[in-house]
């Protein structure tokens, strides 16, 4: 289990929506790259997004990422530019089913 997970666990669930649902934002917006990158590249995070918000919501976390201003890295950038192309090939059958996404993956 992550750290990630670990902390969401403790949260009530609206509060895991609002935190799944601010938390890439807030990142991105105090530039804090590294928390973003390991954030988004997290599957835990991934999944839990997922299960609470849309598939184009996820899909816009990445985009915050892959601006050059947050993550400078283009390595780190290409890998999640990869997540990203992939959440949204299977965006149709991840609204349908959640659940496909470590297949999808």
Do not use: W
């Amino acid at each position: 289990m992550s750290d990630f997970t670990e902390g969401l666990d403790k949260m009530q669930p609206a509060e895991q929506t609002h935190c799944l649902g601010i938390l890439p934002n807030q990142l991105a917006a105090t530039s804090d790259s590294d928390k973003l990158y390991s954030l988004l590249t997290d599957y835990n995070f991934i999944e839990a997004k997922l299960s609470v918000s849309s598939v184009q919501a996820l899909i816009e976390d990445y985009d915050l990422a892959t601006s050059p201003d947050i993550i400078t890295s283009a390595q780190k950038a290409d890998k999640l530019k990869l997540i990203q192309e992939a959440i949204r090939l299977s965006a149709h059958i991840l609204a349908k089913d959640p659940t496909q996404l470590a297949t999808q993956l």
